[in-house]
Nanobody, 123 residues
Framework: QVQLVESGGGLVQAGGSLRLSCAASGRTFSSYAMGWFRQAPGKEREFVAA????????YYADSVKGRFTISRVNAKNTVYLQMNSLKPEDTAFYYC????????????????WGQGTQVTVSS
């Protein structure tokens, strides 16, 4: 069982930055690939970024590539999402998720989810 708790969301102006954190419970954090997803009002949940168990490989949605960076520190049981050059269209609830099978763009490959944190980007 893995419990995930996101933090770091908030209100920021367009062009600004935020860093989201996701703290995981348990001693098996390094066994899970991690992902970030987001969901805006009235829209489906969408993939944002993913990172492999070791952190050696990362994957991004085209909409955030070059602006967002996913990273992890296994010794701290934490995964991060650094978000730069934020745009109003990045406004959404952001969720982190853990996958035992590996990194994926697909939300159904993830076994555990956090409660999410709101990110609002004003124009």
């Amino acid at each position: 069982q893995v419990q995930l708790v996101e933090s770091g969301g908030g209100l920021v102006q367009a062009g600004g930055s935020l860093r989201l954190s996701c703290a995981a419970s348990g001693r098996t954090f390094s066994s899970y690939a991690m992902g970030w997803f987001r969901q805006a009002p009235g829209k489906e949940r969408e993939f944002v970024a993913a990172i492999t168990r070791s952190g050696g490989s990362t994957y991004y949605a085209d909409s955030v590539k070059g602006r967002f960076t996913i990273s992890r520190v296994n010794a701290k049981n934490t995964v991060y999402l650094q978000m730069n050059s934020l745009k109003p269209e990045d406004t959404a609830f952001y969720y982190c998720a853990a996958s035992i099978v590996g990194s994926s763009w697909y939300s159904d490959r993830y076994d555990y989810w956090g409660q999410g944190t709101q990110v609002t980007v004003s124009s």
